[in-house]
């Protein structure tokens, strides 16, 4: 059974066993306006929790993504390269950035359910 | 006043509308703190006959390029520029105009910077340009500052040769610590000696070429030995003429090339304003810092312009901005561009080369002078000389007699004591044979 | 690019340099190389650059039809906040371009280029005496960089005193991009203060936030919302008792130039735009000048190159070691500054004289006032009462229209006006800030608040006439994510051949 967590920067990541995929909430791509690109952690790297890990980048603004837990990186989503627009379509699904190998689980509890983000929201 | 259009009756008209009675009701809350209205040791309005009269007061002090026997380089040269240029630059749409923010209304602006940008690529032999930065000195330190992003790195490795006001910028301005930054300004050293001071942690390796001393170099070897230590090679190219008859810094396997671009277009003007250029490979791109120009579409499907990856630049990132460069070098990049299509290839490489044969011939000359000694082995239109007295004696009673003779060395590197007696000379298209057979006759007798 | 060129009476289609450049043509006439031997040594290369040339009379055509597609403030009123974009006078033009100094090498030998030195120390006088401050750094090469000298003092002056472990800066939320940016580019931590509803900063935030590693604070008076810091002093006071630093964007000096003096409100560094206040041409982007004056708590620290008057004669001083410029950070580009700016400014500065200047921060507070008090009743006000040279509205008076700030003022574009500024200061929603500067007659503000008014009420008839905007020029809304998503930058000869 995955569940999905939600951070305060408006990041989201669906758990699974101690792998999480981590994404940019609907709320933040609209913010953001027409994503550009994405500049993605690389593999096997370290991620640490509140720490930027990657870049993501609209007309407007460019915005750094603080990883929600510490771990290392096992995969990124390559395919936001040729088609970062995918992360304005579908920003929960198909528009993930990063998954990662969770070192420290106690940093889960830390993280919003989606109805303390959707508070936050104002949704 | 000439330059001021509202008339009192408009004034009183505007303040009724506004509802006060006296200029000052509007400035009465900064009034309640300060003083206003403050007594200035300055004098009053004058006419254009006055200021005219004043600044070419001043202007009539200067020994210039126009008046004299000119030997000057030193990153700032003395070139001709076709009357086209200037008339150009002047037209109002180009002169005053405004960034290109609005697109719509400023294709003028973001065609000729997209043509600009082309060009300094061609001339780099690098994949993209941006739409130009201050000058040859920042471009250079921004550079530094792009390779220490790229490479998650902190070391710098300066060579010996690079300018020295350059070098001192850098360190300024790219944030490096003096541990992380090797430097030391030497004609004397060996361009190879530097692979020693290379290792895993550098970032770049700043390189000149041709150097501030004048030589020239083939730096592909040292590009491998650089890249193999998983360091970036920036070149600097100080005269933009030398890329007319030499390799390009792309194809010596530079990351980054950072020019001064003063000889196109532009005038000595005392050192400013001038205009740098920066060059980066495709993979670069979106560490590159300063305005960019990219193609789009407008809602008709017509091709246009429009400024683009602002998402780096301060006014949107920043605490995150790649730099905290705003503007670009606007109308110098405009004369710059004018001048290149005016040349051509044709008459860029001509040019390129006719500079290199007028130095050979003063070198020629020059070295023949008893006394006189050519630093340099190889070199494109500057040169080093070692004299047989002092430099600064030499080049006083020189200029004692309309010759700006040369640049001392030490001017630039006072703490290096070898070069009290050597002077760096320069030679373009503007140099007659009377100015070289001036040069050897005051030279000669001022040495005997 | 079109295959066939759409002229459309006097804007013509122009196409690139490279599909009309030739590599054998040229517009500039040189005598033959003889091609003998050469001295470059292994660097030699007889290259293929590919750079098309034109001759002079296709130049100057390509060149004049990309004139022509630029709005330019020769041509029409820029009511742009925060760029002051007034007159450039010819007689600068006509005074940088005199020879002696046009045509003077920055490593002359000091006796042979005295009038240029005299010219530095000229103006530099005249900016300290119009700001009332102690000192004067010429060299930085535009704003951002006299921002960066200001921060590169302050930090100095702080390394001097061994109180580098102060790093806290505070910028309010109100500022200008390049403030935060410098502040971090050098290591500070930015910390940002909130703005009053009022426009003004809060004080009372500003107070709670000093504390025992605050280094400086980096304040715009008047700041960008066209308003003057009242509490200014009492900050400046405050900042010093902490033993930190106050540092004054100048950008908005137009507004006090020649009425106060900067330097009664306890700054200790201020860099100034001579592009924006003392009119040199804004050139399409460029070139700029900052110079920074200092208060004495700072004017130790200044940047080389400084010149010093010795009884008559005016020395250069470079060198780090020299006892002059022995606290100085250093170096912060080639060379002695922007001359050719200088000479541009002192001639504007020279011809209006003390008189002049005041009258030009009041007709162009006069002028903004005006134009909020025409305006307020269709637009809508960020802020009551009186502005300084520049007036900020917000978007309330288009809620419900459909039409957003970036139409209002795309459609402006087509009435004949460059826009205002659009969306800065980011404190207030969809923000229009205008600054019409002194240099505007009253004929021609009428006529732009007047065309203002027609379009304010057109906001609530016709929606779609500003979605579509503009419609008159040669070019209309372009696809900004398109060129940020696939850029390109540059003409390839590759893409021409795989097109073909």
């Known amino acids: 059974m995955s569940d999905t967590y939600f951070t305060k920067d408006h990041e989201w990541i669906k758990i699974e066993n101690n792998i999480g995929i981590v994404g940019i909430t609907k709320y933040a791509s609209e913010q953001l306006g027409d994503i550009v690109f994405v500049e993605l952690p690389e593999k096997g790297s370290q991620a640490e929790k509140g720490k930027d890990v990657a870049v993501v980048e609209s007309v407007k603004a460019a915005s750094e993504i603080y990883s929600p837990v510490s771990g290392i990186i096992i995969d990124a989503n390559e395919n936001l390269n040729e088609a970062p627009e995918v992360v304005n379509e579908d920003p929960s699904g198909a528009g993930w950035f990063y998954k990662i190998e969770i070192t420290n689980s106690e940093e889960i509890s830390d993280l919003m359910s989606e109805q303390e983000y959707l508070e936050l929201t104002g949704d | ?448 | 690019m079109n295959e066939k060129g759409e002229n459309k009476g006097l804007d013509h289609d122009e196409p690139l340099l490279f599909d009309i450049g030739d590599l054998d043509k040229s517009g500039v006439d040189i005598q033959n190389p003889k091609n003998k031997k050469n001295l470059l040594g292994e660097s030699f290369e007889n290259r293929n650059i590919g750079l098309p040339g034109l001759s002079e009379p296709e130049s100057i055509r390509h060149y004049v039809r990309l004139s022509r597609k630029n709005y330019s403030i020769d041509a029409g009123l820029y009511p742009l906040g925060s760029c002051t974009m007034k007159h450039n006078p010819r007689l600068n033009e006509k005074l940088a371009r005199l020879d002696g100094f046009a045509k003077v090498h920055p490593l002359q030998p000091s006796s042979t280029c005295q009038g240029a030195l005299e010219l530095i120390y000229e103006i530099s006088y005249w900016l300290k005496e119009l700001t009332g401050m102690e000192a004067v750094t010429m060299v930085p090469k535009a704003g951002a960089q006299g921002e960066l000298c200001g921060m590169l003092a302050i930090k100095q002056a702080l390394l001097s005193k061994k109180q580098s472990h102060k790093n806290k800066v505070l910028v309010p939320d109100s500022a200008h991009g390049t403030n935060p940016a410098t502040a971090a580019f050098l290591g500070f931590e930015v910390i940002t203060i909130k703005s009053r509803e009022d426009g003004t900063l809060d004080f009372e935030d500003f107070k709670k936030k000093l504390d025992e590693n605050f280094a400086a604070a980096m304040i715009t008076n008047p700041n960008t919302c066209g308003l003057f810091e009242n509490e200014i002093i009492e900050i400046s006071k405050l900042i010093h008792d902490a033993g930190g630093y106050l540092y004054c964007d100048g950008a908005n000096f137009n507004a006090l130039v020649g009425k106060v003096k900067p330097g009664d409100l306890g700054i200790d560094a201020m860099h100034i735009n001579l592009h924006k206040t003392f009119s040199t041409p804004h050139g399409g982007g460029g070139p700029g000048s900052g110079p920074v004056v200092f208060s004495e708590l700072l004017s130790d620290f200044c940047p080389t190159p400084a010149i010093e008057k010795n009884n008559e004669t005016f020395i250069l001083h470079e060198n780090i070691n020299e006892k002059i410029l022995s606290m100085s950070f250093g170096r912060l580009s080639a060379f002695h500054g922007q001359m050719g700016m200088f000479v541009r400014a002192l001639s504007y500065m020279m011809s209006h004289g003390a008189d002049g200047l005041r009258q030009v921060s009041e007709d162009a507070v006069l002028n903004a006032n005006y134009i909020k008090s025409s305006l307020e009743d269709v637009l809508t006000s960020a802020y009551e009462g009186y502005c300084m040279h520049e007036v900020l509205f917000n978007d309330d008076f288009l809620e419900g229209t459909g039409v957003e700030t970036i139409d209002f003022a795309k459609a402006l574009i087509d009435e004949g006006y460059h826009p205002m500024t659009i969306y800065f200061p980011l404190v207030v929603h969809g923000a229009l800030l205008v600054e019409p500067t002194e240099t505007e007659s009253k004929l021609s503000i009428d006529q732009f608040i007047s065309t203002i008014r027609n379009l304010a009420k057109k906001v609530q008839e016709d929606q779609d006439f500003f979605k579509k905007a503009p419609k008159y020029t040669p070019i209309r809304r372009l696809d900004e994510t398109k060129a940020a998503r696939n850029p390109v930058l540059r003409w390839k000869k590759e893409d021409v051949i795989a097109a073909e």
């Open chain 2, 1 to 448: 006043m000439r330059y001021l259009p509202l008339t009192d009756k408009d004034r009183i008209e505007m303040f009724e509308t506004i509802g006060i009675k006296d200029i000052d009701d509007l400035f009465s809350n900064i009034q309640k703190k300060v003083d206003i209205n403050p007594d200035l040791k300055l004098p009053n309005h004058m006419t254009e006959i006055e200021v005219e009269k004043n600044l070419s007061g001043l202007a009539g002090k200067n020994l210039h390029a126009n008046n004299s026997a000119f030997f000057l380089g030193g990153g700032s040269y003395n070139h001709h520029i076709p009357s086209s240029v200037d008339h150009i630059i002047q037209r109002s749409e180009f002169l005053t105009s405004y960034t290109p923010y609005q697109p719509e209304i400023s294709q003028g602006t973001l065609q000729y910077l997209f043509e600009f940008q082309t060009q300094v690529s061609l001339l780099t032999g690098m994949d993209v340009s941006n739409a130009s930065m201050y000058d040859g000195s920042t471009s250079t330190a921004e550079a530094v500052s792009m390779a220490k992003r790229i490479t998650k790195k902190n070391r710098v490795v300066l060579s010996s040769s690079i300018h020295p006001h350059y070098a001192q910028t850098i360190k300024t301005v790219s944030g490096i610590s003096d541990e992380d930054l090797s430097y030391k300004g030497d004609i004397l050293e060996n361009l190879m000696d530097i692979e020693s001071q290379i290792d895993e942690d550098t970032a770049c390796v700043v390189v000149q070429n041709p150097d501030f001393f004048g030589s020239c170099h083939d730096l592909s070897y040292l590009s491998e030995f650089i890249h193999k230590k998983g360091a970036l090679l920036i070149v600097v190219v100080t005269e933009i003429f030398s890329l007319g008859v030499m390799k390009s810094p792309g194809d010596m396997g530079a990351d980054i090339v950072a020019c001064e671009g003063q000889s196109l277009g532009n005038s000595l003007n005392f050192g400013g304003p001038y205009v740098g250029l920066l060059s980066t490979r495709k993979k670069y791109l979106r560490q590159l810092p300063g305005r960019i120009v990219g193609e789009s579409e407008d809602v008709d499907g017509r091709k246009g312009f429009v400024l683009t990856l602002s998402a780096r630049e301060q006014h949107i990132r920043r605490e995150k901005a790649t730099s905290n460069i705003c503007t670009n070098s606007g109308l110098c990049s405009l004369a710059f561009t004018i001048h290149l299509t005016l040349l051509g290839e044709l008459g860029f490489k001509k040019l390129s080369l006719l500079n290199h044969e007028f130095t050979c011939d003063f070198h020629d000359m020059v070295s023949r002078l008893p006394g006189f000694e050519v630093v340099s082995k190889s070199f494109y239109n500057e040169f080093t000389l070692k004299l047989p007295i002092n430099a600064d004696d030499f080049l006083d009673s020189m200029s004692k007699k309309g010759i700006l003779a040369g640049i001392p060395i030490k001017r630039l590197l006072p703490e290096n004591k070898n070069f009290d007696n050597y002077i760096i000379v320069a030679c373009t298209e503007m140099n007659s044979k009377d100015d070289f057979d001036k040069y050897v006759n005051s030279a000669k007798e001022i040495t005997s």
